[in-house]
T-cell receptor, first 113, second 111 residues
């Protein structure tokens, strides 16, 4: 089954404690991205990657890091989380950026206290 | 990249009625996509309509695109309670542009 898998689904952490949210897709997609969703602000793109070792900033990259060492994986790293990073996070992938449908993961609800 | 603006922000209808949601955008596009999001879940792709297409159907969904008015509409016919969700449009300028979203239309279908 074609899918994008995020882990964990829920996470509560404390300010400053590094964390990683994993994202994996099994469709051999080249393009992957991360979004955060906040009430009243919609979905905002954090980072995206057009292929292995190729990443670029989205609209709200501050406080986040990503890596793309393998085609299937695109982890989101919060080196020093802060309460304003409390949000619902989604990973997405597509075969070609902007021209084909995107597949989304089920989301990770992160709370930073 | 540009994002679409969905209208209305919220829509409440009775089961069996039709629901129409609109999307406006600012610049020329290559294609426009519609997505659905059930509460707190990931977005699910519904339809992609290309700039040279005017209308597209998928089951109970009908999407129209008017490039002269820079607008698109999503019609859900004979709505069901299970259609309750947020609906987002994503206009794309070129094949290389990023997929960006507005705040969506929150549709509530009352049984």
């Amino acid at each position: 089954e074609a899918q994008v898998t995020q882990n964990p689904r829920y996470l509560i952490t404390v300010t400053g404690k590094k964390l990683t949210v994993t994202c994996s897709q099994n469709m051999n997609h080249e393009y992957m991205s991360w979004y955060r969703q906040d009430p009243g602000l919609g979905l905002r793109q954090i980072y995206y990657s057009m292929n292995v070792e190729v990443t670029d900033k989205g609209d709200v990259p501050e406080g986040y890091k990503v890596s793309r060492k393998e085609k299937r994986n695109f982890p989101l790293i919060l080196e020093s989380p802060s309460p304003n990073q409390t949000s619902l996070y989604f990973c997405a992938s597509s075969f070609e950026q902007g021209y084909t449908e995107a597949f989304f993961g089920q989301g990770t609800r992160l709370t930073v206290v | 990249s540009q994002q679409g603006e969905e209208d209305p922000q919220a829509l409440s209808i009775q089961e069996g009625e039709n629901a129409t949601m609109n999307c406006s955008y600012k610049t020329s596009i290559n294609n426009l996509q519609w997505y659905r999001q059930n509460s707190g879940r990931g977005l699910v792709h519904l339809i992609l309509i290309r700039s040279n297409e005017r209308e597209k159907h998928s089951g109970r969904l009908r999407v129209t695109l008017d490039t002269s008015k820079k607008s698109s509409s999503l019609l859900i016919t004979a709505s069901r309670a299970a259609d309750t969700a947020s609906y987002f449009c994503a206009p794309q300028e070129t094949s290389g542009s990023r997929l960006t979203f507005g705040e969506g239309t929150q549709l509530t279908v009352n049984p």
